[in-house]
Nanobody, 125 residues
């Protein structure tokens, strides 16, 4: 079992930055590829980006590439999502997710086995 708890969301203005954290507990965190997803009201949950077990590979959705950065600290069992140059369209609930089967960084929700409860990010114009 892996428990994930996101934090760091809030209300910011366009152009601001936020850093989200996802703290993991349970089975060995460093064994999991991790992903970040987001879901805006009335929309499907979408892939934001992911990072492999030791941080060697990171992929991002085109919509956030160049603005968002994912990192992890396995010693702290935490993965981060640094969000810069935020736009109103980034407004959503943000979720971290963990794989147990190591299928690689995947944009598919079904490839992740554990999910956090989400943290809300609201970007005003």
């Amino acid at each position: 079992q892996v428990q994930l708890v996101e934090s760091g969301g809030g209300l910011v203005q366009a152009g601001d930055s936020l850093r989200l954290s996802c703290a993991a507990s349970g089975r060995t965190f460093s064994g999991n590829n991790m992903g970040w997803f987001r879901q805006a009201p009335g929309k499907e949950r979408e892939f934001v980006g992911g990072i492999t077990r030791y941080g060697g590979i990171r992929n991002y959705a085109d919509s956030v590439k160049g603005r968002f950065t994912i990192s992890r600290d396995n010693a702290k069992n935490t993965v981060y999502l640094q969000m810069n140059s935020l736009k109103p369209e980034d407004t959503a609930a943000y979720y971290c997710a963990a794989q147990t089967r190591s299928v690689g960084i995947s944009p598919r929700l079904e490839d992740y086995d554990y999910w956090g409860q989400g943290t809300q990010v609201t970007v005003s114009s």
